[in-house]
Structure formats: structure tokens, C-alpha cells
RNA sequence: GCCGGAGUGGCGGAAUUGGCAGACGCGCACGACUCAAAAUCGUGUUCCCUCGGGAAUGUGGGUUCGAUUCCCACCUUCGGCACCA
């Protein structure tokens, strides 16, 4: 007899991966008789530090890959390096090589360790986006945006360094005071004209994923991000006559718009600031572009702003407010203005105390609730005996009456205070309903106007509010009012001329429409994407290819002369510019339309350009004659099963889409989406459940773990450890059971049985658990369960151990390990090879079909019937399978459990599940 | 503050449609093998218990013969957004 082979990875593993890779045997080529299933995985960034998080998005993808090729698809699952950016330009820096040279030579490493995971990816298609062959193509995109009204240049800023002389992109600024990553000099901002691409042109279309199987949770995150909001634009004038429009969503609250607030940037500021406010205006600009976004954005941040002097007329009453500038405007948002609504937004509300503005309600609260301080003093004895009379709540506090009441008890109010009230002396109600009750008069507070009358009244009576600029301001003085003051429901419209009683739910539209036919403004939808920043004032990017000529402007690098090269010899240590500026001659050129002297554009592209169509250079990344070979994309595209990490569901994954919707647009591509199927993983964590780093010390090296387990045990222990959407941390005493497992594996295939037993019933049951197996795993396998697929791969092995000693070299035998090793093979690769070489089956077990499922075999013949007594386990009875309701029926009630537990009762009810479950109620 | 997940043994997790809670694995305990250890194999392992049972899936309530699963409220926790007019 043969000698006993043993299980060792490290011989075997390397040794198939050599063989498939000579063989091809991964080439996904076109075939038109099989349907094709294109799988992708998200590029990995060219970092050289390949951790297990690496190996957790690609291992149990590259399973499901090999699942769907045993299923009959024609699979492929590329690779690639996503290696422009700053991470390499800064690693670069810091040791002084050359990015080109560091990105490079990371590549090579992890091309090496990734092929020691054994994945079927097809290397042929492998591309690297900072190979000119490449980023030809993205500088073409480029163009095609550009000639197709996506692509313009605008000021805009960035943070700047002024230390290091340079931008740095969002994640190299730090901490609440925003200081520089490497010089921790704090950042400022400065104005620099850049390239956008008009994402914002598909908000509306980004926002429908109904083609396509994403996670709620990413559609959730972009529809998010998008942020649409329906409300009106309204077009204000200021008193002399100049126009500008607003953005607003509570169109119901126009009346109530008691000033204006102009973000500081605003470009009308400039025009109307009258002299005398003139320096003011230009301090406060001048600090809020001081700011940074995170400072000018804390919620909790104090509101300021100043006064411009200028005044609008809202359209709706004519009334004359102030136009101010505030900082928690933003310019970037809707048209950079806003009509402040004290009364029903939150924001206004306090900047308008804190200024002195008028606050005005216009929309009902929806409570009802009404209520009134009377100070002691102001009536005549015996109102709250009267008000009690009426019912009328109140409490008493040194002596003033606490009123609070309901909307039907608002009139009786007003008459027993009218009729009670003494001289020098006013009542207010608040809330639900705006009055002051004078001895001579009573004064609805709906109106800017009336604000004005009614404080001059006051501050004539009672010298104690003399000081208070709004009547809002003198209420929230009063602690018993705070309540009632202020709310942002729909409530029913009130102060608002002839719209006043539009019922909430529908005031917004129907004074959008009015509006609308006025000519005061229009329906509109507003959104919160903002357009795509693509310029780097940075050298390891792909150059944007445009040429700026004095005479015929900006002009796009005619395809001929794509690629841009990127030059090598140039000082790519921070200096202040874009260090393509400096480049001795790089930077000039001849004009492709007029010959004449030129400037090349200097900055580089984001790297989300290159990643936002990789999938497409997958197709055939040597093509000459365009980004892809057109014939690869009928048969390849779309992709349809997209795997990565939830951190790019906001950016990478609405580039990518707006590309492919942009690129169809112009021709380019076909279909409205470039990815079918979603799916994200966890993050592996350190075995301290904190994410890995270099610096905490708990990274997982990947080399070290296959050397001592080898790469099946550690593909199956990634996707055994965890939920895979999930993640979790890493631990390095869970491995070794998946470890034992496929060592248990090996010596069950391979060894014979020390003592032979007989178990007629044997072949059958593990026939039936075989059978059962294949089900869940296949079921699995295609919700992406793998947790659960390792555990039933588990369980079957055990079960099979247990009835080898009866079942050897029996057929059923035979079926079970081969059938076993086919299903073992898309999760470990190696392994099955081997075993299945070993049992002397043809080459390559990676060339097998999926199992077929045998219905019949899975079938238990005897079940167990659960028994309960009023929902409580009593008894279990073993039975025929198919058995009838009636015979579990009356098999429950002879169970002596049952029996002991009626204790002579009779049921109630009786509850069949069929073939699962009795359940007797008394 | 708003939006969205998630809470199950000592740990990771499992549980098709509402039907045996804790599969599978880790860890632990005991046993076998061994001079011994490692490895391996076997047995046990939610908690309480008067050995009849009882309690238990974040908490409290509800629907139901029956709830980890459905509904309501709350608590904890993770992630995202955060002055978005």
C-alpha cells in the first residue's frame, strides 16, 4: 500500500498555484454559449502594506467566484492597483524615492502575496492606473467631459499649508484647530480655480436604484448625501431694485420673513453694503474665510453675523427687512440666501433674539395651547375667581396668574381680561393665539409692523421692558413662556394676508404655485451634492489635459497626443505649487489650435478619476483604439456582483455612477448602471478589537499566517469568524479550529478506518445529510452567507467521520468525498486539488460542476415531532415523515409527558404543525 | 439633533414563513493516548434547581395556541450626516 500522505500547505498550495497559473486555467475569455458573470472586487490602493483587511474583501469573493463558475457561468474576476495618489507621493517624500519607483515596487509585493491567497483572478487583464496606457485614457475621459459641457473651471477653495507650502486634501488636515498632518501649522484657506464635473446634473437620477441590488444601507448613505429637498426659489428685491433669489422649503412661512441673511461670500454683499456698515462687513468676511468649514459649521457654534444696511421688500407684504450676513449661510448651499424666519426656524429664531430682530408667527401650533402671565397688579380683584368660573387653568406665583389655555377658552379670556384689565397696565396671549389686550385697544402681533406699535405701547406702560428691542424679545423673558414661542411644525397658516387658515399640509405647495404664477418665484427642487472637485495641485496623478492659450482659451490635448505624459524628472517635494509648475519646460507647449506659445494645466487629477472606470479597463487593458474593446464590453458588461467596503458608498460609489451615466450620455457606454450587485464586508479588526494600525502594533500580516496555516485555512477561517458584512475582531485561537478542521478533513479522505463497523442505516443518513448540505450551502453561497457555509461544510464532515467505519469504500462513500471535495474546492482552492488528485480523478477539480442536488436523498424518513403542553416542550416523539395531522394528533396525546401534564384535563385546542409540531392548549 | 444598523452563553456566531433557542467553532473542564508535555481523539459545557421542573434572546408592554422573529415605547451601542434654509 501507498504511503500516507500528510497535510502540508506550504507544499501543496504553491504547487497548484504554479499549475493553474501555466495551465490558464482562470482565463476568462469570451464564450458566447455561457452565460457570463463578471465579478469585481474594489481596486486596492498601492499602499505595500498588505494587512489580512486586504485579503477579507477578495478571499470569500473569490469563493463565490469559483461557486458561480462551477454553477456554468463564464466567470471573471480582475485585478488591479489603483496607484496615482497622495499616500505614495507622501511615503515617497518622507523617504525620498521616487513615487513612481515606491509604487511600483509595492506592486510587485503585494501582485506576490496576492498570489498566495489562490484566487482565480485572470492576471491578464490586470491594470495599474498610473500606467500611461491607462491614464491616457482617463485624461480622455477627461476630454469627453469637457467637450461635453461636465467638465468647467471655477475659484474655489482649498486648504492650504502655508509651512509646507502646499494644499493638502480633507484627510491630511487634523484636529479641532485644523492643523497641518505633517508641519501641525494650522491651515488656511485660499482661492484657486479648479476643474469640476457636473455630478450635480444627475442628482435626480442617482437617486433611483431601482435597476440594481445595493444594500439598503448604501441607498440609504447616498440618497443621504444627495439630499434632495423640495421647496420653492423666490426672487426678492432689495429696495433699490437689485434682484437675488432664495431657497426656501417653507414657502408657507413667507410672511413671516422678517430679514435676510446673505452667506458672507455672497457676491451681491459687494453691491449693497452701504458705507457705514462698509467696514463691519468686510471684518466679518473676513474672518469667516478665515474659518474653516468644521468651525463654521458646529451646530452648537454661537450664531453671528452683521448688518449690511441695506434693506428688501418681501414680495408677498411689501414689508421693508434687513438684509444681514451670517456665516451659518453657506454659500454652497441652495442660491447662498435665505429669508429668515424667526417664528418657525430654529436657527433664525436665535440669531433674531440675539439681534434684536422681529419675530413674527405665521403658522398655527398644532397644540392648540394658549398662554397668558397676568401680573399682579394689572386687574381688578377677583379675576381669578371669574377665571375659574370659566374654567379657565392657571397657577399662581407671587401673585401673577399662570394662564393656560385651551383654543375654545381663548375668547372668554379676552372678554374677562378686557373687562378686568386696569389702567397702565396690558395682558398678552401667547402662542396658539398673538394679542395684546390694551384698555383701549386690542393688538394682533401679526406683523413686523404691529411689532413696533405694540412695543412702543409697551415701553410706555411698564419702563421694565424699556430696554427690549421686539416684542420676542421682551416674552422670552418669561420663563412660563419658552414652550410657546418658537415651533417648526406644518400647523395651519395665520397672519398671512388671504393665504391665512391654508391648512398646513398643503401651504407649502399651493403658495410655491401661487408664487409661481405671480412671477415672485418657482417651484424647486434643491440638493445637497455638490459638484465634483477633480484638481490636485499635485505631482502622482494623471495630468488634466488641457492646454491654455492667450488666444484660443482653454483647449482640450487633441486624442492624437494622449498620453499627457507625467514627467519623471520633476521636484516632487512640496514647494508652494503645483510641481508640474515648476518642471523647467514641461509646462510650456504650442497651442493645438493656432501653433502658438502655450501653458499646459499644472494640476493632476483625483485618483477617484481613475477608480470611477477601472472596470472598464479590465475589459482589455492593452486596447489601443479606446478605453475598452467594445466587443469585451457586449459580452462582459455590466458587472454583476461588486464587492468592497461601505467607507466608498458616498464617494467612489457615486463617481462610479455618475461616469457610467455621464459616459452614456455621450455615447460611450450602454445601460443606466455599472454595477448589478452590491455587497459590502466588515473591517477586520485587531485581536484588540481596534481597527489595525502600524502604530497600535495589532496588524495581522497576511505572509506569516500562510506560512503557518496555509491560505485555504485562512480563506475559510475569514469567512467562517464572522457575519462577512460584519466584520470583527481577528483572532489567532479561532483560526486554529478552522485549521483543525481541514487537517481532519485531509486524514478522513486519505486514511482508512482503524476499525470497521457495520450500520446498514449509515449510507443512507449520510446520503440524506450530503444531500441536506448541498442545499444550505448553494443557498448560501448566493446571500453571500459564509458563516454559514463553513459550519455546514463543518457539520457534513463530522457526520461523514462518524460513518466512515460503516460506509467505507462503499459508493455512498465515494459520492460523499467527492461531492464533498467539490463543494470544499471554491473555499479551499488547494486542498481540494490535492485530495482530489489523490483519489486519482482527472485534473482539475476547479473544472467540475456544482453537485447536483438530490431531492429525494435530502428527505429525513422520520421526523421529530415536537410536543407542547400550552407552548411548553414536553415530549418529543420520533415518526414517520408525511405522517398526517391526525396521527401526530393522537400520537401527542398518548404521550405519557402529556399525559402526566393534563392531569386528566381535556384540551381546549389542539395546534398541528404538519410534521413539525403538536401544541395542546388547556 | 436627524437618518440607518445592531443588542442571543465566557467569546465569534446559528436559528427558511411566527413553531425544539444556543447549530458550527473558540475557550474551559474532565477523560483516553504519553514517563511527561504538545498534538490528536472522546465526553461535557446558558443559568437556577428541592432533579418534578423553572427562568432566559437589551428593558417594559402588546398581538398570538406559540415571539430571537411581528407591533408600540424605552435603554445601550455602532455607523453616517450634521447651521442644508
Redesign the pocket.
Known amino acids: 500500500m501507498d504511503q500516507i500522505p500528510v497535510y502540508n500547505p506550504a507544499e501543496i498550495e504553491p504547487k497548484w498555484q504554479a499549475r493553474w497559473e501555466a495551465d490558464g486555467l482562470y482565463n476568462a475569455d469570451i464564450d458566447p454559449n455561457k452565460k457570463k458573470y463578471y465579478v469585481l472586487t474594489m481596486l486596492p490602493y498601492t499602499s505595500g502594506d498588505l494587512h489580512i483587511g486586504h485579503w477579507y474583501p477578495m478571499a470569500p469573493t473569490d469563493a463565490r467566484a469559483r461557486f458561480m463558475r462551477m454553477q456554468g457561468y463564464n466567470v471573471m474576476y480582475p485585478i488591479g492597483f489603483d496607484a496615482f495618489g497622495l499616500p505614495g507621493e507622501n511615503a515617497a517624500i518622507k523617504n525620498n524615492i521616487h513615487p513612481k519607483v515606491w509604487t511600483y515596487k509595492n506592486i510587485e509585493q503585494m501582485r506576490r502575496q496576492f498570489r498566495t491567497m489562490g484566487t482565480m483572478f485572470d492576471w491578464r487583464r490586470e491594470a495599474i492606473t498610473a500606467d500611461p496606457k491607462y491614464y491616457r485614457w482617463t485624461q480622455w475621459f477627461f476630454i469627453q467631459f469637457f467637450n461635453n459641457g461636465l467638465a468647467y473651471r471655477k475659484y474655489s477653495p482649498v486648504d492650504w499649508c502655508p509651512s509646507c507650502n502646499t494644499t493638502l486634501a480633507r484627510e491630511q488636515v487634523w484636529g479641532e484647530d485644523r492643523h497641518c498632518e505633517r508641519c501641525h501649522t494650522p491651515v488656511i484657506k485660499k482661492d484657486l480655480e479648479q476643474w469640476f464635473f457636473r455630478t450635480t446634473k444627475y442628482a435626480e437620477e442617482l437617486l433611483n436604484y431601482d435597476s440594481i441590488d445595493w444594500p439598503?444601507?448604501v441607498r440609504?448613505?447616498q440618497?443621504?448625501?444627495i439630499?434632495r429637498?423640495e421647496?420653492a426659489m423666490v426672487i426678492f428685491k432689495t429696495e433699490h431694485g437689485e434682484n437675488f433669489e432664495?431657497?426656501?422649503?417653507?414657502s408657507d412661512t413667507l410672511w413671516g420673513a422678517s430679514f435676510m441673511v446673505l452667506?458672507p461670500e455672497h457676491p451681491l454683499v459687494e453691491k449693497i453694503t452701504t458705507p457705514e456698515h462698509r467696514a463691519e462687513v468686510e471684518a466679518y468676511r473676513l474672518t469667516a474665510s478665515r474659518q474653516s468649514?468644521i468651525q463654521?459649521?458646529?451646530?452648537?457654534?454661537e450664531?453671528?453675523g452683521v448688518f449690511t444696511g441695506a434693506y428688501a421688500i418681501n414680495p408677498v407684504n411689501g414689508a421693508r427687512i434687513p438684509i444681514w450676513i451670517a456665516?451659518?449661510?453657506?454659500?454652497?448651499?441652495?442660491?447662498?440666501?435665505?429669508?429668515a424666519?424667526p417664528g418657525h426656524?430654529?436657527?433664525?429664531f436665535?440669531f433674531a433674539l440675539k439681534y434684536g430682530l422681529p419675530v413674527i408667527p405665521v403658522i398655527a401650533r398644532l397644540d392648540g395651547v394658549t398662554k397668558s402671565v397676568v401680573l399682579s397688579g394689572t386687574v381688578k380683584d377677583g379675576f381669578a375667581d371669574q377665571l375659574k368660573g370659566s374654567g379657565i387653568q392657571f397657577i399662581e406665583s407671587e401673585g401673577h396668574l399662570l394662564v393656560t389655555m385651551k383654543q375654545s377658552q381663548v375668547d372668554d379670556f379676552i372678554h374677562l381680561a378686557k373687562s378686568n384689565l386696569k389702567n397702565d397696565a396690558w395682558i398678552e396671549l401667547v402662542g396658539a393665539t398673538w394679542k395684546f389686550i390694551f384698555t383701549d385697544a386690542i393688538i394682533d402681533f401679526d406683523s413686523v409692523k404691529n411689532d413696533q406699535v405694540i412695543m412702543e405701547r409697551c415701553r410706555k406702560i411698564n419702563p421694565v421692558v424699556a430696554g427690549c428691542r421686539t416684542v420676542m424679545e421682551m416674552l422670552s423673558g418669561n420663563t412660563f413662556y419658552k414652550d410657546v414661542l418658537f415651533h417648526a411644525d406644518y400647523g395651519d397658516m395665520i397672519h398671512s394676508d388671504e393665504f391665512s387658515g391654508t391648512p398646513g399640509k398643503t401651504a407649502r405647495y399651493d403658495v410655491a404655485k401661487w408664487l409661481e404664477k405671480q412671477g415672485w418665484g418657482k417651484v424647486a427642487v434643491?440638493y445637497?451634492l455638490r459638484d465634483w472637485l477633480i484638481s490636485r495641485q499635485r505631482y502622482w496623478g494623471a495630468p488634466i489635459p488641457i492646454i491654455y492659450c492667450p488666444k484660443c482659451g482653454t483647449v482640450p490635448v487633441p486624442d492624437e497626443d494622449l498620453p499627457v505624459l507625467l514627467p519623471d524628472d520633476v521636484e516632487w517635494k512640496p514647494t508652494g505649487e503645483s510641481p508640474l509648475k515648476l518642471h523647467p519646460t514641461w509646462r510650456y507647449t504650442t497651442c493645438p489650435k493656432c501653433k502658438g506659445k502655450a501653458e499646459r494645466e499644472t494640476d493632476t487629477m483625483d485618483t477617484f478619476m481613475c477608480s470611477s472606470w477601472y472596470h472598464l479597463r479590465y475589459l482589455s487593458p492593452d486596447y489601443e483604439k479606446g478605453p475598452f474593446d467594445p466587443k469585451e464590453y457586449d459580452y462582459w458588461m455590466p458587472v454583476d456582483s461588486y464587492t468592497g467596503g461601505?467607507?466608498h458608498?458616498?464617494m467612489h460609489l457615486i463617481y462610479t455612477r455618475f461616469f457610467h451615466k455621464a459616459l452614456r450620455d455621450i455615447g460611450v457606454v450602454e445601460g443606466h448602471e455599472p454595477m448589478l450587485q452590491l455587497r459590502n464586508q466588515g473591517m477586520v479588526l485587531g485581536e484588540d478589537s481596534e481597527k489595525m494600525s502600524k502604530s497600535r502594533g495589532n496588524v495581522i500580516a497576511p505572509d506569516k499566517l500562510v506560512s503557518a496555516y496555509g491560505a485555504d485555512t485562512m480563506r475559510a477561517y475569514l469567512m467562517?469568524?464572522?457575519?462577512w458584512d460584519?466584520?470583527?475582531?481577528w483572532?489567532s485561537?479561532?483560526i486554529?479550529?478552522?485549521?483543525?478542521?481541514l487537517?481532519?478533513s485531509w486524514?478522513m479522505v486519505v486514511e482508512p478506518p482503524l476499525k470497521r463497523r457495520s450500520d446498514p442505516a449509515a449510507a443512507k443518513s449520510l446520503r440524506r445529510k450530503l444531500h441536506?448540505t448541498l442545499?444550505?450551502i448553494t443557498?448560501?453561497f448566493e446571500t453571500f452567507?459564509f458563516?454559514?457555509i463553513?459550519?455546514?461544510l463543518?457539520?457534513l464532515s463530522?457526520e461523514m467521520?462518524?460513518h466512515k467505519p460503516a460506509v467505507w469504500e462503499t459508493d455512498a462513500w465515494h459520492e460523499a468525498v467527492e461531492t464533498y471535495l467539490k463543494i470544499l474546492a471554491p473555499v479551499a482552492p488547494h486542498i481540494s486539488e490535492e485530495l482530489w488528485c489523490f483519489l486519482g480523478k482527472p485534473y482539475s477539480i476547479h473544472q467540475q460542476s456544482w453537485p447536483m442536488i438530490d431531492m429525494e436523498a435530502a428527505k429525513a424518513d422520520e421526523i421529530?415531532l415536537?410536543i407542547?403542553v400550552?407552548?411548553?416542550?414536553?415530549d418529543?416523539i420520533t415518526l414517520p415523515a408525511g405522517v398526517s395531522d391526525e396521527d401526530a394528533h393522537k400520537a401527542a396525546l398518548e404521550s405519557e409527558?402529556v399525559i402526566?401534564?393534563l392531569e386528566g384535563r381535556t384540551p381546549r385546542?389542539v395546534?398541528v404543525?404538519t410534521g413539525?409540531?403538536v401544541?395542546i392548549?388547556i
Not at 432664495?246 to 417653507?250: D, H, Q, V
Not at 463654521?296 to 457654534?301: P, S
Not at 426656524?345 to 433664525?348: A, F, I, K, L, S
Open positions: 439598503e444601507r440609504t448613505l440618497t443621504n448625501w439630499g429637498s421647496g432664495i431657497f426656501t422649503t417653507r452667506a468649514d463654521r459649521e458646529a451646530a452648537d457654534k450664531k453671528t456665516d451659518y449661510v453657506l454659500m454652497t448651499y441652495g442660491t447662498g440666501a435665505i429669508m424666519v426656524d430654529e436657527r433664525d436665535a434643491n445637497k461601505i467607507e458608498a458616498t467562517f469568524f464572522s457575519r460584519q466584520g470583527g475582531p483572532s485561537t479561532g486554529d479550529g478552522t485549521s483543525r478542521w487537517k481532519r486524514v441536506q442545499i444550505s443557498r448560501d452567507e458563516n454559514t463553513i459550519s455546514a463543518m457539520e463530522n467521520i462518524k421529530v415536537v407542547q400550552n407552548g411548553k416542550l414536553r418529543r409527558q402526566r401534564h385546542q395546534i404543525v413539525k409540531l401544541n392548549v
